[in-house]
């Protein structure tokens, strides 16, 4: 399939591509001093919806934010619905205090 994740820090968002054709992508804000990162808005193109392609982002998004030692705070609907049907994530999001 080559799939690949791409994070643009520039522009504070993660693409999914297959073949270097753009299927999805998630925003996010940093905060101020870069420990957390507030995802905002997710989007698949309309003619890759229904594919997983979401999920696969996020997924990998969220390894990579694991990766980085940061948190999260899931403002956009889809990756708090990612979130919370998969524990495994549950770690990264920010205490109480640290949210926005």
Known sequence: MGLT????????RYRLLRDGDLLS???????????TLVFHHTLT???HRDQGYA?????RALD?????????????WYVADFIDTHPEYQDLLAPEPDRF
Not at 25 to 35: E, Q
């Open 55 to 59: 999920a696969e982002l996020v997924g």
């Open 25 to 35: 992508y998630a925003d996010y804000r940093p905060s101020a001093d870069g420990s």
């Open 45 to 47: 193109k309309p003619e």
């Open 5 to 12: 994740l791409e994070h643009d820090e520039t522009v504070h």
């Open 64 to 76: 990579d934010v694991r990766t980085s030692g940061r948190s999260v705070v899931a403002t956009c």
